[in-house]
């Protein structure tokens, strides 16, 4: 509710965690009136309506007048012209209570903050779940990828085709598809071929990096506060196309195949001069 009328009800959040009490001069609460003609005078001649730079003039000569022992405007009542008064207790739990609300709002920031990290779907997993956490942290991270579409393919661009907007592979088909153990989802697979002349392993892991996130954030035991993307990622090698890796009851294996390519031991392959290379990409992250 806004100021003006909680004040005459006496129920103005930051008085009642203080204990400060507006009364009139006989002691009877402030009238509707008397306290929205009080909020119009403290937000303008005090506040400065919040215009820059005259509000910081404005707060200079309310505190003037108050060490001057003077009232400002807004503390006499405008019906009768008689002066308000403020009783503020001397408890100082008060302080301390004020310190705790203040801790505990930016403590459901942080909470809120931490929850969004979290992917949409949890526990049990299935296709069209996981498609959707790997979507959530493509837009979660701002990034400029297809989405993938229900048969785990990026969606088709305007032009018609698919996959990640590289001019790097003149050919390039990915798909993700899943692990399945007694009819159970375990894990997701992902496969990709490129054809071109070199490969860069730093511009090929962004797939396996969501995919990682979409399904790690759904084990057992993960929460808001617990769940560090960061240290997820790390877990992926950006120096070897092939690695075999378990962290927190996860395996992230990864293997490349290379065709026509030289110096196959780097994290930058290319293809002899004049020529394209080919390379069968495959990223496996299950339970462990």
Same mark, same amino acid.
């Given at each position: 509710?806004?100021?003006?009328?909680?004040?005459?009800?006496?129920?103005?959040?930051?008085?009642?965690?203080?204990?400060?009490?507006?009364?009139?001069?006989?002691?009877?609460?402030? =009238?509707?009136?008397?306290?929205?003609?009080?909020?119009?005078?403290?937000? =303008?001649?005090?506040?400065?309506?919040?215009?820059?730079?005259?509000?910081?003039?404005?707060?200079?000569?309310?505190?003037?007048?108050? =060490? *001057?022992? *003077?009232?400002?405007?807004? *503390?006499?009542?405008?019906?009768?012209?008689?002066?308000?008064?403020?009783?503020?207790?001397?408890?100082?739990?008060?302080?301390?209570?004020?310190?705790?609300?203040?801790?505990?709002?930016?403590?459901?920031?942080?909470?809120?903050?931490?929850?969004?990290?979290?992917?949409?779907?949890?526990? *049990?997993?299935?296709?069209?779940?996981?498609?959707?956490?790997?979507?959530?942290?493509?837009?979660?991270?701002?990034?400029?990828?297809?989405?993938?579409?229900?048969?785990?393919?990026?969606?088709?661009?305007?032009?018609?085709?698919?996959?990640?907007?590289?001019?790097?592979?003149?050919?390039?088909?990915?798909?993700?598809?899943?692990?399945?153990?007694?009819?159970?989802?375990?894990?997701?697979?992902?496969?990709?071929?490129?054809?071109?002349?070199?490969?860069?392993?730093?511009?090929?892991?962004?797939?396996?990096?969501?995919?990682?996130?979409?399904?790690?954030?759904?084990?057992?035991?993960?929460?808001?506060?617990?769940?560090?993307?960061?240290?997820?990622?790390?877990?992926?090698?950006?120096?070897?196309?092939?690695?075999?890796?378990?962290?927190?009851?996860?395996?992230?294996?990864?293997?490349?195949?290379?065709?026509?390519?030289?110096?196959? =031991?780097?994290?930058?392959?290319?293809?002899?001069?004049?020529?394209?290379?080919?390379?069968?990409?495959?990223?496996?992250?299950?339970?462990?």
């Amino acid at each position: 509710m806004p100021s003006c009328l909680l004040e005459p009800l006496l129920l103005h959040p930051g008085k009642l965690l203080f204990g400060i009490v507006l009364r009139d001069a006989d002691g009877s609460p402030l =009238s509707l009136s008397d306290a929205r003609k009080r909020l119009s005078l403290l937000f =303008s001649r005090g506040l400065g309506w919040g215009i820059p730079i005259y509000n910081l003039y404005r707060l200079y000569k309310s505190a003037s007048l108050c =060490s *001057e022992g *003077e009232r400002n405007p807004w *503390e006499w009542n405008a019906s009768d012209g008689r002066a308000q008064r403020m009783d503020i207790p001397e408890n100082t739990w008060r302080c301390f209570a004020f310190v705790g609300a203040q801790a505990a709002c930016l403590a459901v920031v942080v909470l809120i903050t931490l929850q969004g990290q979290l992917p949409p779907h949890r526990g *049990e997993l299935n296709e069209a779940k996981f498609y959707d956490n790997y979507n959530f942290y493509l837009r979660y991270f701002d990034l400029d990828a297809r989405p993938l579409g229900p048969d785990g393919r990026p969606s088709a661009a305007e032009d018609g085709t698919g996959g990640f907007s590289m001019e790097l592979f003149p050919s390039h088909s990915s798909q993700w598809t899943p692990l399945l153990t007694a009819g159970t989802v375990t894990g997701f697979q992902y496969r990709s071929e490129f054809t071109g002349s070199f490969f860069p392993l730093s511009c090929l892991n962004t797939p396996q990096s969501l995919g990682l996130l979409a399904y790690a954030g759904t084990l057992p035991g993960i929460n808001c506060l617990n769940f560090k993307p960061k240290q997820w990622l790390d877990q992926i090698s950006d120096e070897d196309w092939n690695y075999d890796v378990t962290y927190r009851g996860l395996r992230m294996t990864q293997s490349a195949r290379f065709a026509n390519v030289e110096n196959q =031991s780097g994290a930058f392959v290319t293809a002899p001069d004049g020529q394209e290379g080919r390379l069968l990409l495959t990223f496996t992250v299950q339970a462990a």
